[in-house]
């Protein structure tokens, strides 16, 4: 079955810098329409950025310009690099991805932003 893994949170000062991985399993991610989710606690999960099955990258708009979403097709990864991270970049991140009408989501992974 379809197995998605998060890690590459932390606790990290404004300004600075995080990776997130995502390791992917049981699908190719190749095929698939991957995304980067983040959720605050007692809020709704937000959508953050996607990578198209052709490459294709989108980003919300209060990201844009700092986060990167890739991918690493042959070890079936993805990526989210983040930099200049704020406070309000704190929350749990998720990977998902997009198969024939279905979505798959990873555990999360807690990203804080603070001093």
């Known amino acids: 079955q379809v197995q998605l893994a998060e890690t590459g949170g932390n606790l990290v000062q404004p300004g600075g810098s995080l990776r997130l991985t995502c390791a992917v399993s049981?699908?190719?991610?190749?095929?698939?329409?991957m995304k980067w989710y983040r959720q605050v606690s007692g809020n709704e999960r937000e959508w953050v950025a996607t990578i198209s099955t052709r490459g294709t990258t989108t980003y919300a708009d209060n990201v844009k310009g700092r986060f990167t979403i890739s991918r690493n097709k042959p070890t079936n990864t993805l990526y989210l690099q983040m930099n200049n991270l704020r406070p309000e970049d704190t929350a749990v991140y998720y990977c998902?991805?997009?198969?024939?009408?279905?979505?798959?989501w990873g555990q999360g992974t807690q990203v804080t932003v603070g001093s």
């Open positions: 049981g699908t190719n991610i190749g095929g698939a329409a």
């Open positions: 998902s991805a997009s198969i024939l009408l279905r979505q798959y």
